[in-house]
């Protein structure tokens, strides 16, 4: 299935039993992982999950808080033995910003993948595929640092129709080439193509991923149906809207409108400030504009499964 | 008083419970950090310890496992109000590695001062005053890698003894002038030094700090006579001798042989490896070489006052 781990709920700095905001998604026996904050690795080691599965990283942004914790990763990925490459994805400023914390690891037994992504890939939202998951990048706005948040999503392929590859007198032999989306050659020179064994499009799940921005449009379009919407509320206390905006974050009360603009399912707030102890004091500001919002903790998970 | 708390006890990576190997050293109102790993900045605010009076930071070498915690540290620290400059102090490399890990901060609201030491300096032993402590670089065997132990000593003035005074006729005015150590000049001017006034030289209080190296006599020359010796103990089982020299390290044993030939008071180990999540179990292995020897553990505190 498709898995998702909430690894932190901090922003800023890590506290004694918050982590800062990292998510990791399993799916087909890889996973991506969305943020390396310090301390990263061990509140993964605390699930239990596996450290030797993750192919790809993708980073927001290049703050310490949410990057600093790479360098110990990457070694402890390699002591777990893996020794495929890995992937770090990520908006402008990657390659800089990789090769100064790396100066600390040694030599690595996988290679390190940089893959910076574009202007126009965020711009334009571009779907990249990564093994059977899809990721998307969406602008968001966090004072002039560039900065991104993801949907990552599975796509699911219709399922296959006999009675329709009867009626339409498909060879059989060619049913599993059709099956698998591919177009096929009868021996009389007949092309057959997928969409005429295939029942109707089968919804799929997407969940997204934004943090360290003001509310965007560009964040909005990007949630877009997802049956998950994991978004940064760095305060809950409407008093403290004015600092909100000037340290370019995003309010439990704005996460809530944009969850509800989106028309997502459920909403999962995180990377609350250090001064915030109580998240739970403000659940019922987020709750007012969306319902289904829940305070995310560290480690909290779900696992997606498909509708039908 | 001298105080000195062992923040973590872990080698290589840190675990839940076991942050990553470091010290931090307290005195009049002063301190000096040794390493800071991943994680460091969690286990120091357990303690409730001030961020803010974190003067110099002291590194050991530059493997992540000991630095890694940089940035998110200073961040965390300029967040609690420091604005004097920080003076970060270490072997050969500390530029280059400062220069990449700090390109994730920002700009900070102290200064950052780099202290590379010399290898005269490492060699010789020669002694740094920093602020009322005195510190004193030594060299490490870590397989290439620079890597230097550091003891951190405080002095004491001898105490001031009026009899002397009397007896060698030194007019009362110029009693406070000797008392501090300096020289003085009488009306008629004969010159009156500090000796006259007095008394014999008071023992001061010295820990000594050493992760990552093989024995070596620099080591041992820079325990002699420590108050506190903390040194590595990455294995406890004498079956893993071989892999302890095979990757630079030191067992319980032969720590434990290097507080013995220094003559230490006290023996405390640390930098466990992950591979051994009970020291405990090899507690009496060290013991059975110097009796004094115990468990390092996380925030594990020791306050030191004179013996007089």
Not at 3 to 21: F, H, I, K, N, S
Not at 277 to 282: A, F, L, Q, R, S
Request: glycine share 10%.
């Amino acid at each position: 299935m498709f898995d998702v781990c909430l690894l932190g709920t901090g922003g800023m700095r890590p506290l004694p039993g918050r982590y800062l905001t990292s998510c990791l998604i399993r799916y087909g026996g890889h996973s991506v992982l969305i943020d390396t904050g310090e301390g990263t690795q061990i509140t993964l080691c605390r699930t239990g999950w596996s450290f030797k599965d993750i192919d790809t990283i993708l980073f927001t942004h290049y703050h310490a808080d949410h990057i600093a914790g790479l360098p110990g990763l990457l070694l402890t990925i390699g002591n777990s033995g893996r020794e495929e490459p890995i992937t770090l994805m990520g908006p402008q400023g990657l390659r800089v910003v990789v090769e100064g914390l790396l100066r600390i690891t040694g030599k690595l037994p996988f290679q390190v993948l940089g893959r910076e992504l574009t202007k126009e890939e965020i711009e334009e939202q571009r779907e990249i595929c990564i093994g059977d998951m899809f990721v998307t990048p969406g602008k968001c706005s966090h004072g002039g640092m560039p900065c991104v948040g993801y949907s990552v999503a599975i796509k699911r392929r219709p399922r296959f129709d006999p009675e329709r590859a009867k009626a339409a007198g498909i060879p059989l032999k060619l049913w599993r080439v059709l099956q698998q989306g591919e177009e096929a050659v009868g021996e009389d020179g007949t092309l057959y193509t997928p969409d005429m064994v295939l029942a109707e499009e089968r919804k799929g799940m997407k969940i997204t991923y934004s943090t360290d921005s003001r509310p965007t449009k560009a964040i909005c379009r990007l949630a877009e149906g997802s049956d998950l919407f994991i978004c940064e509320g760095m305060y809950g206390d409407p008093e403290k809207q004015e600092k909100t905006e000037e340290k370019h974050h995003m309010s439990f009360q704005e996460a809530a409108t944009m969850a509800a603009r989106a028309g997502v399912k459920e909403l999962w707030l995180t990377h609350y400030s250090p001064a915030m102890p109580d998240p739970e004091e403000y659940l019922e500001v987020a709750r007012a504009i969306f319902p289904n919002t829940h305070l995310g903790k560290d480690r909290m998970i779900r696992e997606f499964k498909y509708e039908d």
